[in-house]
């Protein structure tokens, strides 16, 4: 088979779209067909990205599906541990947008928080100060 990714791809195409709980949802304007293309499509690149990732992945599932608890308990705790950036538990920091509209002066700059000000409408982000 020369080329497994659109082969694949096809497979995601066929099991979803005999997907009865799927097809009601976009029947009832839960979603469109464009979306349920657009997640065929971001399946195969998940699973095609990282053979290694998509291997745990499946390999969790199937613990899962299982109820081993006991196993998967086991082998989560030799996981390294989650990181900070995708802690869902700690809230993620915000952007404000701030709009400014260029007056008389040549040069229109506006504070928006301790690390970051816009200056004639680009956003200038400064590094934290070591203490």
Not at 4 to 12: Q, W
Not at 33 to 61: D, G, H, P, Q, W
Not at 104 to 126: A, C, Q, Y
Request: charged residues 30%; negative net charge; proline residues 2%.
């Amino acid at each position: 088979m020369s080329n497994t990714k659109e082969f694949f791809l096809s497979v995601v195409q066929r099991i979803f779209s005999n997907w009865t709980a799927l097809r009601m949802a976009v029947e009832h304007n839960m979603g469109t067909k464009e979306m349920v293309i657009e997640f065929c499509s971001y399946m195969t690149e998940v699973m095609y990205m990282n053979e290694e990732v998509a291997e745990e992945l499946l390999r969790f599932y199937r613990y899962c599906i299982e109820n081993n608890e006991s196993l998967v308990v086991t082998e989560f705790t030799k996981l390294s541990p989650l990181q900070n950036w995708l802690d869902i538990n700690k809230p993620a920091k915000k952007m404000q947008t701030v709009c400014t509209m260029e007056t008389d002066s040549s040069e229109s700059e506006e504070e928006t928080s301790d690390d970051m000000k816009v200056v004639d409408g680009w956003i200038e982000v400064r590094g934290k100060q070591r203490r």
